[in-house]
């Protein structure tokens, strides 16, 4: 059973502040993506990385795939109000897509 | 809008039953994953369809099945409906690099 390990699971922060959620797993992945999830909708697809060591920017988002592919995080600057949500990564290992627990960050203005 | 739509929104169904979700993208995704997320909780993977055959499993019993057809739409099965199965159902469909989802099918089983 491939388990992604997400942390932290709640967080809660003042806008304006930094934060770092974590994905970790034994497992190597060929690729794995971020998503973000608002209450009663389907999540949304932030980024995909595929390879080890790549990081990935997307306006205060910046995301980075560990060098062995096992490890992931994902860590946004100066959060706004708007960043509220539910954040999950999802990992691909051998047709298996497995998803951390999710992050449920809330920002407070 | 990423392009994939589901029905129904909202199903309620008794224990024993038997249900069909359903679900449609667009041209070019060869792939249909299914998803089941329980109320605060991660989705968990059921199954993966790759240009019409599975692909890839997650822990869900035989009673779960789906299938794939060639104009990208797609089908989730489940039978002898039990009460651990009320959750919100999520399709995403895409290529094997990166999936989109649809904004999911609540079930309710009483």
């Known amino acids: 059973t491939q388990l992604l390990e997400q942390s932290p699971q709640f967080l809660s922060i003042q806008e304006g502040e930094n934060l770092t959620v974590y994905c970790n797993s034994s497992?190597?992945?060929?690729?794995l993506q971020w998503y973000r999830q608002e209450p009663g909708e389907g999540p949304v697809l932030l980024v995909t990385?595929?390879?080890?060591?790549e990081v990935k920017k997307l306006k205060r988002l910046t995301f980075q795939f560990g060098d062995a592919r096992k490890d992931s995080s994902l860590h946004i600057t100066a959060a706004q109000p708007g960043d509220t949500g539910l954040y999950l990564c999802?990992?691909?290992?051998?047709?298996?897509?497995?998803f951390g627990q999710g992050t449920i960050l809330t920002v407070h203005p | 809008e990423t392009g994939v739509t589901q029905s129904p929104t909202h199903l309620i169904k008794t224990r024993g039953q038997q249900v069909t979700l359903r679900c449609s993208s667009q041209?070019?995704?060869?792939?249909v994953s299914w998803y089941q997320q329980a109320l605060g909780q991660g989705p968990q993977f059921i199954f993966q369809?790759?240009?019409?055959?599975?692909?890839g499993r997650g822990n869900f019993p035989p009673r779960f099945s789906g299938l794939q057809f060639p104009n990208y739409s797609s089908e989730l099965n489940v039978n002898a409906l039990e009460l651990d199965d009320s959750a919100l159902y999520l399709c995403?469909?895409?290529?094997?690099?990166?999936?989109?989802f649809g904004p999911g099918t609540r079930l309710t089983v009483l």
């Open positions: 995403a469909s895409g290529t094997l690099i990166a999936e989109f």
């Open positions: 497992s190597v992945f060929s690729s």
């Open positions: 990385v595929v390879t080890g060591g």
């Open positions: 999802r990992g691909t290992s051998y047709g298996k897509l497995t």
């Open positions: 041209s070019g995704h060869n792939t």
């Open positions: 369809y790759y240009r019409e055959e599975e692909n």
